[in-house]
């Protein structure tokens, strides 16, 4: 797995071998705005805190992980844990879905809480605030099974308040907290090319270094939890308008006698070319929409981008309108499709405006 983080920028700064040492989970008040990933050979063996239990490096052989939620992504990435040499107990509200995972090597705990108790850190990779706050603060939850010298490294895309709510249940646990929400899809979780998006406790980063290295190809560390849910939401919401814009763009083409086709490889050359519409481009003006990004979690995406812009008094009109069509997208049954899958709700306006200029012509 690529490791290697670069510097793009003088002012984002590295976090030192002493910084990782010397770091605890309580001292966020010192973090930087903006931290990449400390090299990998430069990382201390003990993370020494003096006001929580000492956070060891994770490595093959000696640790255990946990991981909750074994949907699209949760797969993916516990195998690469499993690759890696990691001993990896899991748990899934469905227990089916722990079966592949199960006959790979995993174990299979009966409850967020048992995971916990069982692993040295767990990851939880879930589908919205309700489901982290539920296996995280649940009756059942991984906050039971926490204490001193563990840490818990949520992955899911959630808001601030939630990841700082969960935060608060783990640490009053003896727990350490990560949020480390991930950019990339399907296929990056399959081939560990993820981009983590931490924050939290500095000294649960640097102890999951390894970890997160196995399942992705570069990491930042934000400073105090929400840094990570906040960035997080800003990409996925120019992400999602990108997606719709780039959907009214083939409508469009297709509707005045163009080839989609020329349209996908025209803008594929210029400026604004991007993997994304390379990647999704042929399937949408196909139709088909596999899903490796549900549509349903890109559209609680914008809603969660939406409710940030609110409460920071930033007008966001294009991802208002973006979000109308994913909303209407998933009225149509869409929300299981890939989010591709918005090109529907952009065609299925078109019908429907034809259909009312057709009823007001009779
Ligand atoms: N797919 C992608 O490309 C990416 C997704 N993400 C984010 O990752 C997260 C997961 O996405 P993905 O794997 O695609 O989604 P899936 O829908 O495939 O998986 C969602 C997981 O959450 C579990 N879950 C949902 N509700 C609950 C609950 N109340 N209690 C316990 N478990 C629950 C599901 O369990 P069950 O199987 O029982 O339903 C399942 O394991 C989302 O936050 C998404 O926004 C981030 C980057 C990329
Ligand atoms: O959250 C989705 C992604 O592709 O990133």
Redesign the pocket.
């Known amino acids: 797995m690529a490791t290697q983080i670069h510097c793009s920028s003088v002012s984002q700064r590295r976090v030192s071998a002493t910084a990782a040492t010397s770091a605890c989970p309580s001292s966020v008040a010192a973090r930087p705005q903006l931290r990449r990933a400390a090299q990998p050979g430069r990382r201390a063996a003990v993370m020494v805190c003096a006001q929580a239990a000492p956070l060891v490096e994770a490595a093959p052989g000696k640790t255990t992980l946990g991981f909750i ?6 797969l993916a990435m516990t195998r690469n844990l499993l690759k890696a040499g990691y001993q990896v107990v899991v748990w ?3 227990p089916d ?1 722990c079966g592949p995972l199960a006959a790979e090597g995993a174990k299979v705990a009966s409850s967020p809480r048992e995971v916990a108790a069982a692993a040295n850190y767990t990851f939880a ?4 605030p ?2 982290a706050l ?2 995280a603060n649940g009756p059942d939850g991984v906050a039971a099974g926490m204490s001193a010298g563990k840490g818990y490294v949520d992955v ?2 959630v808001d601030a308040a939630t990841s700082q709510a969960v935060a608060a249940a783990v640490r009053a646990a003896g727990g350490a907290f990560l949020e480390a ?2 950019s ?3 296929g990056p979780a399959e081939q560990g090319k993820l981009i983590f998006l931490t924050a939290g406790d500095q000294a649960l980063f640097n102890a999951v270094a390894a970890p997160l290295d196995a399942m992705g190809k570069a990491k930042f560390f934000l400073g105090a939890e929400g840094a990570g849910a906040n960035m997080k939401l800003v990409v996925n919401m120019v992400m999602g308008s990108m997606m719709t814009a780039f959907a009214e763009g083939l409508a469009l083409a297709d509707k005045v006698g163009l080839r989609q086709a020329d349209v996908i490889e025209v803008v594929g050359l210029g400026a604004i070319a991007a993997p994304m519409f390379a990647l999704k481009g042929p399937a949408m003006a196909a139709r088909t929409y596999a899903p ?3 549509l349903k ?1 890109q559209q ?2 914008m809603r969660l981008a939406l409710a940030l812009g609110d409460e920071a008094g930033q007008p966001l009109p294009l991802a208002a309108a973006a979000n109308a069509q994913y909303i209407a997208a998933r009225r149509q049954g869409l929300g299981d499709a890939d989010f591709s899958a918005v090109m529907e709700a952009v065609l299925g306006q078109a019908a429907a405006e034809a259909a009312e200029a057709h009823k007001g012509a009779k």
């Open positions: 939620g074994i949907g699209i992504m949760g899934n509200r469905n879905k990779m879930l589908s919205d309700e489901a539920d296996v899911s895309t929400p991930v990339g899809s399907k490796a990004f549900p979690h609680k995406d």
